[in-house]
């Protein structure tokens, strides 16, 4: 959850602490009431993705000799007390306790009450009212002037750290570092190591726009299911040697 809500900063982490906590406010505030408006759509009692994985679970064939308990909403499977969505096997047995006609109209009666419409509804209930914009603000002293002092209080100075400053989040003692990409590049007409199409040092050689030319003709040739020119496995006749393919 942390690094999520890190990577939605994105670039405002490096701004100032006015300006991101005004970002977070109004993302707050603009995700409580996308989801609330998409919760008001919801025709059925059920969220949609709870209600899709009722019905996964209902194609799905009961197996493994479990026992489940309808009143103690408990199957010894251990998904349905994880998740709180009825497992393969409890929808097996709400159909055979209520009968197939029914089990539409209860199976909703076995759902956690936190994965229920109306939970949804009270979660974004709330609203976070929009404020001002920052040039409507009322002027205040720069400075203030505490009790019993007649001189105004200025802000410690600033001081600047040497060095660039950090943007990346500090990672926990026991955390991994981030692994980058790992590789080597290997030139496809040199076939060296360590380099690519722009820094290879033959790249103006004259002796490898034959095999240049006669590479970007087959990728073309390829490209396009010219079957007039290719054999059925793929390779090209009359136009490439075998030690090129």
């Known amino acids: 959850m942390t690094e999520a809500f890190n990577s939605m900063l994105s670039t405002h982490r490096a701004a100032s602490y006015l300006y991101l906590l005004e ?22 009692f059920l969220p949609p993705r709870v209600h899709a994985k009722i019905l996964k679970h209902g194609r799905e064939s009961a197996s493994g000799g479990y026992v489940v308990k309808l009143r103690e909403f408990n199957c010894e499977c251990g998904s349905w007390q994880v998740s709180g969505i009825p497992c393969c096997r409890a929808v097996a047995a709400i159909s055979h306790y209520c009968g197939r006609a029914a089990v539409k109209d209860k199976v909703a009666e076995f759902v956690h009450n936190s994965l229920t419409k109306s939970a949804y509804m009270q979660a974004y209930v709330g609203m976070i009212h929009p404020i001002p914009d920052q040039k409507r603000w009322l002027e205040v002293p720069t400075c203030i002037m ?7 209080m200025n802000p410690p100075p600033r001081s600047i750290q040497p060095g660039r ?5 500090k990672r926990e003692p026991d955390e991994a570092p981030k692994v980058g990409r790992s590789g080597i590049v290997i030139r496809k007409l040199c076939h060296q190591a360590g380099h690519n199409k722009r820094s290879c040092h ?10 240049l030319q006669i590479n970007q003709t087959r990728a073309h040739l390829l490209n396009h299911n010219s079957h007039s020119n290719c054999s059925t496995d793929g390779r090209i006749s009359g136009f490439i040697p075998n030690m090129f393919l």
Not at 23 to 44: A, G, H, Q, T, Y
Not at 146 to 152: A, I, M
Not at 165 to 169: A, D, G, I, Q, S
């Open 23 to 44: 970002f977070i406010r109004r993302m707050v505030m603009r995700k409580f009431n996308d989801r609330k408006e998409e919760c008001s759509r919801w025709s059925l």
């Open 146 to 152: 505490n009790p019993g002092v007649t001189e105004l």
């Open 165 to 169: 400053p950090k943007k990346l989040r």
């Open 202 to 211: 033959r790249r103006n050689d004259k002796e490898l726009e034959p095999y």
